[in-house]
């Protein structure tokens, strides 16, 4: 056998790392939709989130997350930072929507990614689509195209620090 060659390494044995993490969110998910926690329900979805999760985790390394006390304060405060970004976005859309004149200057801009990690950086597209008045358009390298609604500045720093500065320090410190 030629020595470049590899030699395959033995796959370890128990849970592949991120599978409890997955399926935690994934459950959550599953009783928010349902929302009720009737035991039928509630078996159901644990026993599919874990099935889900365990797929996921094998197939894939995006989903080994080290899970940190650092990482789960800045994913709490990540996630309250994008509720109130979110309620921002839906009053702004509010005061376009029974404006008696819609005044606005829809446009594509060109943003810095500042994430490395696959899903940092879905996590942080969706954080964008899901506030209202602003879609990502496409993602080259790393450069994000958002259609923004009201356009505010063409600048790509001042854009990114509009759109993206509220996510960034906290997505950073959770996925890199």
């Known amino acids: 056998m030629p020595e470049d060659q590899?030699?395959?390494?033995?796959?370890?044995s128990?849970?592949?790392?991120?599978?409890?993490?997955?399926?935690?969110?994934?459950?959550?998910?599953?009783?928010?939709?349902?929302?009720?926690?009737?035991?039928?329900?509630?078996?159901?979805?644990?026993?599919?989130?874990?099935?889900?999760?365990?797929?996921?985790?094998?197939?894939?390394?995006?989903?080994?997350?080290t899970v940190t006390p650092a990482r789960a304060v800045h994913f709490i405060a990540y996630t309250g930072v994008f509720l109130v970004?979110?309620?921002?976005?839906?009053?702004?859309?509010?005061?376009?929507?029974?404006?008696?004149?819609?005044?606005?200057?829809?446009?594509?801009?060109?943003v810095r990614m500042p994430l490395t990690s696959p899903i940092g950086r879905l996590v942080l597209a969706n954080s964008i689509a899901l506030t209202p008045g602003s879609l990502v358009m496409d993602l080259r390298g790393d450069a994000l195209f958002i259609h923004w609604l009201d356009v505010k500045t063409t600048d790509p720093e001042e854009a990114t620090r509009m759109i993206i500065g509220p996510f960034e320090k906290h997505l950073g410190a959770v996925f890199g």
């Open 6 to 12: 590899a030699t395959p390494q033995p796959r370890p």
């Open 14 to 65: 128990g849970l592949p790392q991120g599978v409890v993490l997955l399926a935690s969110f994934l459950f959550v998910v599953w009783l928010v939709v349902n929302s009720s926690v009737e035991a039928p329900i509630v078996a159901i979805g644990a026993v599919v989130s874990f099935v889900l999760a365990w797929i996921f985790a094998r197939r894939s390394d995006v989903w080994k997350i």
């Open 85 to 110: 970004e979110l309620v921002k976005a839906n009053l702004n859309m509010l005061r376009y929507v029974y404006a008696p004149r819609i005044v606005i200057r829809p446009g594509i801009v060109k």
